[in-house]
C-alpha cells in the first residue's frame, strides 16, 4: 500500500520541484534586470539645468511637472538606488528628493521657480555607460533684431568664439590628466580678450563655463547674434603620443583633407553622443538645398579667414604638419557664418599639454590669432562695420620699382604692419599686387 502512495506522490513531488526551480529562476532574472541607479551629476548653464543619471541598464520611467511648489518629479520602474542624491547652490534646483521603495525609485526636484523639463535615456558612448537626462530650462524670449540694428553704421565685427565640449563631456584627456573642456574654455576666454582689445571687433563667447552645447546649438547662438566669424577652439588627442603641434580647420563637404583631419572630425562628432543630445531635427529637400547653397557662399570666405589665422600663426606657434585642413566637423556647419575649427594642440602629448597650461604660451598662441583674423576682417570687411570705414580706399597697387619700405613711409604705416595685414612673411612683392592699408588701430 505505502509503495502504490509513493508511485502516486513521486511524480506531483517532481512537479512541485521544478516549478521551486523555475519561480526562483524568474525572481533572479526579475532582479537583475532591475536598473540601478549609481549616482547623480549635475550641470547649470546659463538657461538651463541638466542632471545626468547613471544607470546600470535601461529603465522605464515617467517624468511629469507639479505646481504649487513647483517641482519635477521622475519615477524609475523595477529600480533601486545605491547611493544618497543631493545638490547645494544651484541657480534652478532648490532641493532633491528621493525614496526607493520595493521595486521603484521617485526622484523629486523642488525648483526655484517653474521650468519647462525634458527627459530622454542615452546608450552607452565613451566612458559612461546607460544615463537618463533631465533638463529643465527656462523660456526665454527669442531676440528680434530690427534691420536698422543689423545694418548699424560702424557697428564691430562680431566674433564668435567656441570653447569645445563641456560638462558631461570632458573632451580628450591629456598625458598628464588635464581635460580638453577645460583648456579650451581658457583659451577661449584669453581670445575673447584679444579681441575685445582691437578697435571695431567684440567677442562673442558661445559656452562661458563647464556645460555642454550640442554641435548646432553653438553656430545657431553665433547666427541670432549675427557674428561675422565663428571659431571653434579644440586641443584633442590622438592615439600616438608623439603627434603635436596647432592646426587650423574648416569644413569639407567632400571628405577629409588627410586622415589625421579624418580622424579628428570623428573624435570630435561624437562629442553631442557623449555629452547628451537626441537627434530630433530633420530638413526636407528644399530646406536642404537651400542650406547648401547659402553654405557653399560662406565657405569661401570661411577659407579666407583660417588662411589668414593660419598665416599668423605659423610665425610663433608649431604647427602639425601643413597646420591647415578639411573635414566634416559637425560644429562648423553654419549656413551662412564663416567657420574655423583651430587645434590648438594635442594634450596627448606632453609638451604640447604643458605649453597648453601655460599663460605665457596662450598669451602668445591667442595674440596670433587675434592677429590673423583682424587681418582677414580688414581684407574682407563687413558692410557698414568700423573696420570697413578704415579700409575703404585705403589700398596700393604695386608698381615697378616699388618696396615695402617706400610704401610704409608714403602712407605714414609701419612696415610690420603691411606684412602683417596683408599676410606676407617676406618683403618680397609682385607687380600689380594689391595691398590694403587699414588705419593703423
Known amino acids: 500500500m505505502l509503495n502504490c502512495i509513493k508511485s502516486v506522490l513521486n511524480p506531483f513531488c517532481f512537479v512541485m520541484k521544478r516549478l521551486k526551480t523555475t519561480l526562483f529562476l524568474l525572481l533572479c532574472a526579475l532582479s537583475v534586470d532591475a536598473a540601478t541607479v549609481k549616482g547623480m551629476r549635475v550641470w547649470t ?108 553704421a560702424n557697428r564691430d565685427v562680431i566674433v564668435a568664439i567656441d570653447a569645445g565640449h563641456g560638462g558631461e563631456d570632458p573632451g580628450a584627456i591629456g598625458a598628464a590628466g588635464s581635460h580638453e573642456k577645460d583648456i579650451t574654455l581658457k583659451i577661449a576666454n584669453a581670445l575673447a580678450e584679444k579681441i575685445n582689445a582691437q578697435n571695431g571687433m567684440k567677442a562673442l563667447i558661445i559656452r562661458e563655463g563647464d556645460y555642454y552645447i550640442k554641435h548646432r546649438k553653438r553656430f545657431e547662438k553665433a547666427r541670432q547674434h549675427n557674428a561675422d566669424l565663428f571659431v571653434s577652439i579644440h586641443a584633442d588627442a590622438f592615439h600616438s603620443r608623439d603627434v603635436n603641434g596647432a592646426s587650423v580647420y574648416i569644413l ?17 562628432n561624437k562629442s553631442d553622443q557623449i555629452g547628451g543630445v537626441v537627434i530630433e531635427d530633420k530638413q526636407d529637400v528644399l530646406s536642404q538645398v537651400l542650406y547648401d547653397l547659402s553654405q557653399n557662399a560662406a565657405l569661401e570666405e570661411s577659407h579666407k579667414a583660417a588662411r589668414s589665422v593660419h598665416e599668423a600663426m605659423k610665425k610663433v606657434v608649431k604647427l ?31 609638451n604640447d599639454e604643458k605649453k597648453l597650461k601655460d599663460p605665457n604660451h596662450v598669451t602668445k598662441l591667442t595674440t ?74
Not at 547645494?88 to 532641493?95: F, R, V
Not at 567632400?254 to 583631419?261: D, K, L, P, T
Not at 604638419?321 to 606632453?350: C, R, W
Open 320 to 350: 602639425h604638419g601643413q597646420g591647415f585642413g578639411q573635414a566634416n566637423f559637425l560644429v562648423l556647419k553654419s549656413p551662412d557664418v564663416p567657420s574655423m575649427l583651430i587645434e590648438t594642440g594635442y594634450i596627448s602629448n606632453p
Open 45 to 152: 548653464g546659463p538657461d538651463h539645468t541638466r542632471a545626468v543619471f547613471d544607470l546600470s541598464d535601461a529603465a522605464d520611467y515617467k517624468l511629469f511637472e507639479l505646481d504649487n511648489p513647483p517641482r519635477v518629479v521622475i519615477d524609475l520602474d523595477n529600480a533601486q538606488l545605491t547611493s544618497s542624491l543631493a545638490i547645494k547652490n544651484n541657480k534652478d534646483i532648490k532641493k532633491v528628493r528621493f525614496s526607493n521603495k520595493k521595486q521603484d525609485v521617485r526622484i523629486v526636484f523642488d525648483l526655484h521657480e517653474k521650468l519647462k523639463s525634458k527627459s530622454f535615456l542615452l546608450k552607452p558612448a565613451g566612458e559612461y555607460g546607460h544615463r537618463l537626462v533631465v533638463d529643465l530650462s527656462h523660456e526665454v524670449e527669442p531676440q528680434v533684431k530690427t534691420v536698422e540694428q543689423v545694418t548699424q
Open 368 to 441: 596670433q590669432i587675434a592677429d590673423g583674423i583682424r587681418n582677414y576682417f580688414f581684407q574682407s570687411p563687413p558692410p557698414n562695420t568700423w573696420i570697413a570705414a578704415q579700409a575703404k580706399g585705403k589700398k596700393h597697387v604695386v608698381q615697378s620699382g616699388d618696396t615695402l619700405s617706400d610704401i610704409a613711409n608714403k602712407h605714414g604705416v609701419s612696415l610690420a604692419a603691411i606684412k602683417s595685414i596683408n599676410n606676407k612673411s617676406s618683403n618680397q612683392l609682385l607687380i600689380g599686387e594689391v595691398l590694403y592699408l587699414p588705419n593703423q588701430p
Open 252 to 268: 569639407s563637404q567632400r571628405g577629409a583633407s588627410s586622415e589625421a583631419a579624418k580622424w579628428l572630425a570623428a573624435s570630435e
